[in-house]
């Protein structure tokens, strides 16, 4: 399946590097979504965008700075991490708000 | 309290075997129920919705009970491939659609 797709799969990086996640969706939809998901922890919701505006951020740190220059994109730029940020970040997208929303493979990124 | 609250388990069960997980959500306002499933180390893909009249698909049945603020997924004649973890997943229009994530409940079948 390649309606959400995720680069790069896995990431490891240093508290002082930057790097940036990409999402892209091929299903025509218009709400995309960033999650974080830790270990024996439910789903966090980090962003929204809704037709590229950001209708949601949940306390997330600034270390941690979207991007949606379209529908169909989505990134999220990484800078001065913490260890404790070492999770599987992934992004899903929704027709709407409010309807089924599809996920990509992830992103399994680990902080050092 | 947690917006979405699911027993981890895990559940080990043999081949053929019935079960049945149960979620609680705690906005009573809340509209979209689902089930996801979650294979290890992959993404969670959708299983189905919940409707307010219950609905079956194949092997699996999900139940909405509003009164009680409660969600059942039932899977009949476990297969090996049920292995998994299930996400009960609720949205309330009343949080800005956000989506709620339970925990999700451990199933592993066992021949």
């Known amino acids: 399946e390649t309606g959400v797709t995720q680069t790069p799969r896995h990431l490891v990086m240093g508290m002082t590097n930057k790097k940036s996640l990409k999402c892209e969706q091929h299903l025509g939809h218009n709400a995309m979504y960033w999650y974080k998901q830790s270990a024996k922890k439910p789903l966090e919701l980090m962003f929204v965008?809704?037709?590229?505006?950001?209708?949601e951020n949940n306390s997330v740190p600034s270390r941690f700075s979207p991007e949606c220059p379209n529908s169909s994109h989505l990134f999220l730029h990484l800078h001065t991490l913490q260890p404790e940020d070492s999770a599987l970040y992934l992004c899903a997208s929704s027709h709407a708000l409010a309807n089924t929303q599809y996920f990509g493979p992830g992103t399994r990124l680990t902080v050092l | 309290r947690k917006e979405v609250e699911q027993d981890p388990g895990p559940f080990n069960v043999p081949e053929g075997a019935t079960v049945a997980f149960n979620c609680t959500y705690s906005n009573s306002a809340s509209q979209s129920f689902f089930w996801y499933r979650q294979d290890c180390r992959k993404e969670p893909k959708l299983l189905m919705s919940?409707?307010?009249s219950g609905n079956e698909d194949g092997r699996f049945t999900a139940q909405l009970n509003r009164a009680s603020q409660y969600i059942s997924l039932l899977i009949r004649d476990s297969k090996l491939s049920d292995s998994a973890t299930y996400l009960c997943v609720v949205n309330g229009m009343d949080t800005g659609n956000q989506f709620y994530f339970g925990t999700g409940t451990s199933l592993t079948v066992i021949p």
């Open positions: 919940v409707y307010s």
């Open positions: 965008y809704n037709f590229k505006e950001q209708t």
